[in-house]
């Protein structure tokens, strides 16, 4: 995380006269790798964990370090990471408990602070291996649900390796700040993404379940989530998330979703919140169905939610995805709440001039993208869409669509939306090879990675002419404003 590539990516957004940088969610990843399935809605990921300032920490050694040299440098392999940072991290522990490093502050500080979801996580952990990564609603009853598990025997024996995973994340967060602090000092401003649900093999299903559509007998779900057929899946999307007891939640003031985004808020400065239309009407899909397709809507817990969320957190500064089947009722509900929503463009063409995506339709308050992280890259899209969609972006966009990438980047710029997010990808005019996600794809997804060669290219040719479109169109941070290029 805090290699020269970090200080090398803030030069070029520096640089680029970019004055915002989105991650996608940061939590530890599950099964299927996906960060919109987490075994946590508040810890980060262990994998964005660099290892070599541990050494210098006196935590590990470079020889620590060598197995994972032998990891592929173009692509993740979440496989062989798995089973080769783990034990590293864990010596890291150990070392600590032997020396006493604490290189990122207060480590008992770091668990006080951190305690109201930390102690459910790092238990919920150390119960995992032990049963050597089965589910939750899978283990005995004694410790199938947090309330009675943290009393339980077992619990006691499985002290230090619930702390080791507390360790863990107090070098993740540490490391995040000083991540946060570099942005910062550049003048950009991190968005994050929050996903609308929680994985249902999750500490926040298993210390919560009230807060949940689950028996709360034996933990299993009684419906889960997904979308119906749409652009991306004929059989819909049936993400197998727990669906939320809303009314559990009002009944609290939506305390568990506030402290969710104030964990956001500390590691980002502004917050998209996936799947926005699931507050107004959510697709229930029965528990067992093959497909989503078998699902209904049902309504979400609408303004009061948004309203709770104003009150609380009056500063907070959100984006809505408010993408898919956008009914009368989320649109009402969008603008009720004033959130921008997001445009992408690599929805606007092959259809007539009414098309909400087209930049002449488009309203100030949105985020516009060529594409998001599942979508293709804008040059695998254009290859891949047929030729009625591509004549209608060369004769809307006036251009020959040899350098398509590009030229979305510019509608993009042009656009009156506050506020454009370019993919990596079609900076770099890439195809379909380095597509972040397909949508229905069981495996195979989130493992891209750009070469730092590729990053130097772009920072030397592309920076100053990203940055002479921030001046045209008025995109430039204020910061960039008052400095020459």
């Not at 099964?31 to 070599?52: K, V």
């Not at 590990?60 to 590293?88: I, N």
């Not at 040059?379 to 040899?402: I, Q």
């Amino acid at each position: 995380m805090l290699d020269g590539a970090v200080d090398n990516w803030i030069a070029f957004l520096r640089d680029a006269g970019i004055g915002h940088w989105q991650v996608c969610p940061l939590g530890p990843t599950g099964y299927g790798d996906s960060p919109y399935q987490c075994f946590s809605a508040f810890a980060g990921n262990p994998y964005l964990i660099d290892l070599r300032p541990l050494v210098s920490a006196g935590l590990l050694t470079d020889a620590d370090l060598a197995p994972l040299r032998a990891l592929p440098s173009d692509r993740v392999d979440y496989g062989w990471l798995y089973a080769a940072k783990w034990p590293v991290l864990f010596r890291a522990h150990k070392n600590f408990r032997a020396r006493g490093a604490q290189p990122y502050g207060d480590f008992a500080a770091f668990r006080a602070a951190h305690a109201h979801w930390l102690d459910a996580y790092v238990l919920y952990m150390a119960f995992k291996d032990h049963r050597n990564g089965q589910p939750w609603w899978t283990w005995p009853e004694d410790i199938r649900f947090y309330a009675r598990a943290k009393a339980s025997p077992l619990a006691a024996t499985l002290l230090e390796r619930a702390e080791a995973y507390a360790f863990v994340q107090y070098l993740f967060f540490g490391q995040w700040a000083q991540v946060r602090a570099k942005a910062r000092d550049a003048g950009v401003a991190l968005i994050g993404d929050a996903p609308i649900f929680a994985a249902l093999d999750s500490a926040d299903a298993w210390s919560r379940p009230e807060l949940f559509q689950l028996d709360q007998k034996t933990g299993r779900p009684l419906a889960v989530a997904g979308v119906p057929p749409d652009y991306f899946s004929a059989d819909g999307q049936l993400w197998g998330n727990p669906l939320y007891e809303w009314s559990a939640h009002a009944a609290d003031n939506y305390s568990w979703w506030l402290a969710r985004l104030r964990a956001n808020f500390a590691l980002c400065d502004i917050v998209r919140i996936d799947h926005f239309r699931a507050f107004d009407s959510y697709w229930s899909i029965p528990a067992g169905a093959p497909t989503a397709r078998t699902g209904q809507w049902k309504p979400g817990p609408g303004l009061a939610f948004f309203r709770a969320v104003r009150a609380a957190l009056p500063e907070a500064r959100l984006i809505a995805e408010d993408l898919g089947d956008l009914t009368p009722g989320v649109l009402a509900l969008r603008d009720a709440t004033g959130l921008p929503g997001m445009v992408i463009l690599q929805f606007a063409f092959g259809g007539s001039s009414d098309n909400a995506y087209l930049p002449h339709n488009l309203r100030a308050n949105s985020v516009i993208y060529p594409g998001s992280h599942d979508n293709d890259t804008t040059p695998g899209w254009y290859a891949a869409s047929d030729e009625k969609t591509r004549d209608h972006l060369r004769r809307y966009l006036r251009v020959s669509g040899g350098e398509v990438g590009w030229d979305f980047i510019r509608a993009a710029y042009t656009a009156v939306s506050n506020l454009a997010v370019i993919p990596l990808q079609d900076c770099l005019g890439l195809g379909s090879e380095a597509r972040f996600n397909l949508p229905g794809k069981p495996d195979g997804n989130w493992q891209w990675r750009y070469a730092p060669g590729q990053l130097e290219k772009l920072h030397r040719e592309s920076a100053p002419y990203l940055r002479e479109l921030g001046r045209l169109y008025g995109r430039l941070p204020f910061a960039a404003r008052t400095t020459s290029s």
